[in-house]
Each structure stands twice: as structure tokens, then as C-alpha cells.
């Protein structure tokens, strides 16, 4: 009996055309790829992580449902796209129905950050210097500007290019460098009020 590839060993794309296909099972494993890392996206946009899940869940359902056209290589960014889009609808909902500033919501937000450092082994003796860090990191990421932080999340975070990064914030390559540049300088001038210098991250 010939043995099934590991479907973890897969690429997106060829997941993407077995569940295209009829290969429901594809589908869930796209799903396990992502679920964790879109919902940590969306809760650093939302700060709220019942309505990050929910859109999450959304964003899926965007492609398995209706199993739309997707340019090779381009998988993972179309569905943060599409979930930052659901984002962007769901504040102006919330704006018109006047339940919070939009500013003042942002202003609070950007969880999953140790998602920036450098994955690595942590000796015991570290772990409270490394979640000083993190606290202090959170700290200085939520008082940037959100359009700052979003790019760092995007590039650092998620590790897209800057060219995928500049398709799901509908902006161009140099837009993306600016904003890396800019928030770079301001994470490194908020750091320096946590006592925590830039290259410590």
C-alpha cells in the first residue's frame, strides 16, 4: 500500500489544490497551520480575543467555502488580507454603533509579542529576564502608532516580505520600508523608557 505524504510536509499551495480537489482533510490542515498565528494577528488589531477567533474563523471560511482563485505562493498572505479586511469592518461597525474610539482601542493593543524575539531555547535561570522583557516590550509596542506596529507584526512577527506585507496593508514596498524605519525608531525610543535596550530584542 503506497504511504500518504506527511500533510505538514506539504506546501500551502499543494494543500490548497487537494482541498480544491475534494480533500476536505487539506482543508483542516491549513487550518491548523494558521488558526494559531491569524488569531494572534487579529487580537493584536482587535484587542479582543473572542472576536479575533471569530474572524479567524471567518477568514477560513472565506476560502473554504467559497474556494476562491489563489496565486501560487501567495496562500498565506491572501488569507491575512482577507482577515485584516474582516478587521477593518467589523471597527467600522463598532464606530458607527459608537461603543468605543477606535484610537483609544488600538492604543492598547498587540499580544503574542514574544512572537518578535528570537525563537530559542530558555535555560530556567532566564525565564524571568526574558518575561521582564516581553512585559517591557509589550509595554513600549502599545504606545507606538497602530500603522507602526502592524508593520513590525507583519514583518517580524509573521515573517512575510515586504512585498506580501504591502499587499495585506494595501500599500507599496517603499509604504511598508517607511513604516519598518519609523517604527523601528519609535520602539527603540519606547524601549529606552523600559529600561530595555533595542538589541536586547
Not at 504511504?3 to 475534494?22: A, C, I, M, V, W
Not at 489563489?70 to 496562500?75: A, M, T
Amino acid at each position: 500500500m503506497m504511504r500518504q505524504p506527511d500533510p505538514f510536509k506539504l506546501n500551502d499551495d499543494e494543500l490548497y489544490s487537494r482541498y480544491l480537489s475534494g480533500e476536505t482533510k487539506a482543508g483542516d490542515e491549513l487550518m491548523l497551520r494558521y488558526a494559531d498565528q491569524l488569531t494572534a494577528y487579529l487580537c493584536s488589531i482587535l484587542n479582543n480575543p473572542q472576536d479575533a477567533e471569530d474572524l479567524m474563523l471567518e477568514s477560513f471560511s472565506v476560502i473554504l467555502v467559497d474556494k476562491p482563485g489563489i496565486r501560487e505562493g501567495c496562500f498565506k498572505a491572501w488569507l491575512f488580507k482577507t482577515a485584516r479586511n474582516k478587521a477593518i469592518s467589523l471597527w467600522r461597525r463598532i464606530l458607527q454603533r459608537n461603543e468605543f474610539s477606535l484610537s483609544e482601542e488600538l492604543a492598547d493593543t498587540l499580544n503574542g509579542l514574544t512572537g518578535l524575539t528570537a525563537v530559542k531555547e530558555i535555560r530556567p535561570e532566564e525565564k524571568v529576564l526574558e518575561g521582564e522583557r516581553n512585559i517591557g516590550l509589550h509595554n513600549a509596542m502599545s504606545r507606538i502608532a497602530p500603522q507602526y506596529r502592524e508593520a513590525l507584526w507583519l514583518v517580524y512577527a509573521m515573517q512575510f516580505s515586504y512585498d506580501e506585507a504591502a499587499g495585506i496593508l494595501g500599500c507599496g514596498r517603499k509604504r511598508i520600508n517607511n513604516l519598518l524605519v519609523k517604527g523601528k525608531k519609535a520602539l527603540r525610543s519606547e524601549l529606552e523608557k523600559e529600561g530595555i535596550t533595542y538589541a536586547d530584542i
